[in-house]
């Protein structure tokens, strides 16, 4: 059975980076069907994707984020992680990583990502001097 | 970005009852959409996605429909343990992934 496990500080200064880590277990990190994302819920804005990575490709950001997030993949550790900098009291979320389906099209000869099929527990993180 | 609004904002309903939550892209997006159940305090749960399809073990009382810009989930015979909030998700091609603001569906 798949898990994924947020974790990292729950607390962040005003202008400084956020931080966090999915730990996946019961799936491997580099497999070839998926992409791994970070989504965002906080009561004024709802759900908001931040950002998706195929574990050996180029990320997808939200362009709401596009200057301030990087997300990174270790397959050796079988995590996924997110930066965000310079964070305000509006960063003030629940995040969750997930697990996103895609598949080849080979009449596109693309790899469109679809809908989320697993999501971690999510973690609070709260930005406040 | 493409926009999604869900109506109702709140549903009441009972044990037993049918339901149906709507939500609308503000453009076309084929039938690239996906709805979840969140329950509180947990994460989202995907049940359906391609519109219509629905994702193993999620109970067949659970149906959508729908394609260019306007959707429905139902559920049939409505269970206790579905008394949630439910979103729907657009994943269009070349577009930032958007939620709709939810529909909580809350005992009558």
């Known amino acids: 059975q798949l898990h994924l496990q947020e974790s990292g500080p729950r607390l962040v200064k005003p202008s400084e980076t956020l931080s966090l880590t999915c730990t996946v277990s019961?799936?491997?990190?580099?497999?070839?069907?998926?992409?791994w994302a970070w989504i965002r819920q906080s009561p004024g804005k709802g759900l908001e994707w931040i950002g998706s990575?195929?574990?050996?490709?180029?990320?997808y950001h939200n362009p709401s984020f596009e200057s301030r997030v990087s997300i990174s993949i270790d397959t050796s550790k079988n995590q996924l992680s997110l930066k965000l900098t310079s964070v305000t009291a509006a960063d003030t979320a629940m995040y969750y990583c997930a697990r996103q389906y895609t598949h080849y099209e080979s009449w596109s000869d693309q790899w469109p990502l679809y809908y989320f099929d697993y999501w971690g527990q999510g973690t609070l993180v709260t930005v406040s001097s | 970005d493409i926009q999604m609004t869900q109506s109702p904002p709140t549903l009441s309903a009972s044990v037993g009852d049918r339901v149906t939550i709507t939500c609308r892209a503000s453009q076309s997006i084929n039938d690239w959409l996906a709805w979840y159940q969140q329950r509180p305090g947990k994460a989202p749960k995907l049940l359906i996605y391609q519109a219509s399809r629905l994702e193993g073990g999620v109970p067949s009382r659970f149906s959508g429909s729908g394609s260019g810009t306007e959707f429905t989930l139902t559920i049939n015979s409505l269970q206790p343990d579905d008394f949630a909030t439910y979103y729907c998700?657009?994943?269009?091609?070349?577009?930032?992934?958007?939620f709709g603001q939810g529909t909580k569906l809350d005992v009558k």
């Open positions: 019961g799936g491997s990190i580099s497999s070839s069907n998926y992409y």
């Open positions: 990575l195929f574990y050996s490709g180029s990320p």
């Open positions: 998700q657009q994943y269009n091609r070349n577009s930032p992934f958007t």
